[in-house]
């Protein structure tokens, strides 16, 4: 995977962002909220599409992406004008947390490529701009959870700092729960 760059125009007001010639990452906004849903089955099925397409998703949905709000933060990563990938932030409550739940403070972050879109260092820039984004938004640090035998995701993540915090059950899935902050 590529080395972390800063990505400036992820930033909260910023349009977009040049990380490649036909690679640009922005802020996600309300109108991505369908692609959200797409990224957001391919988080549940790592990935596959095809397996995607055979689940129900309504509960993760609505907990993930339906009380989702831009001010929230998240950013996309677009290719030749059609978003490819996102890393979406979501404040939650002890009441009513998420699966990567670890403190109100933390909001957790999910992030999904497109499948033919990852391995090439675009997942790394994407969450690194996720990251970026929490922290200019005055985010202590952010959390995520992780599916047990998704070693190369979470590889990544202790790369860029996540550290343990529990393993968690849910839904007939062990996850490892993880948090990356800014002190």
Known sequence: MAGVSHVSGASRGSAVSRCDEDVTIRRAQEEDRDFLIRMNHLTETW?????????????????????????????????????????????????????????????????????????????????TAALDQARDDGRPGVSLCVEKGNDRAQALYEKLGFRYVTTRESEGSTYTVMVHTYE
């Open 47 to 127: 990935g596959d599409e095809d397996a995607a397409q055979e689940q129900d998703f309504s509960e993760s949905d609505r907990h993930y992406v339906g009380k989702w709000t831009p001010d929230q933060g998240g950013v996309i990563v677009v290719q030749a004008g059609e978003p490819i990938g996102a890393a979406w932030l979501r404040t939650f409550t002890a009441e009513d947390p998420g699966t990567g739940f670890v403190e109100e403070k933390y909001p957790e972050v999910a992030i999904a490529l497109a499948p033919g879109h990852t391995g090439g260092g675009l997942g790394r820039r994407l969450l």
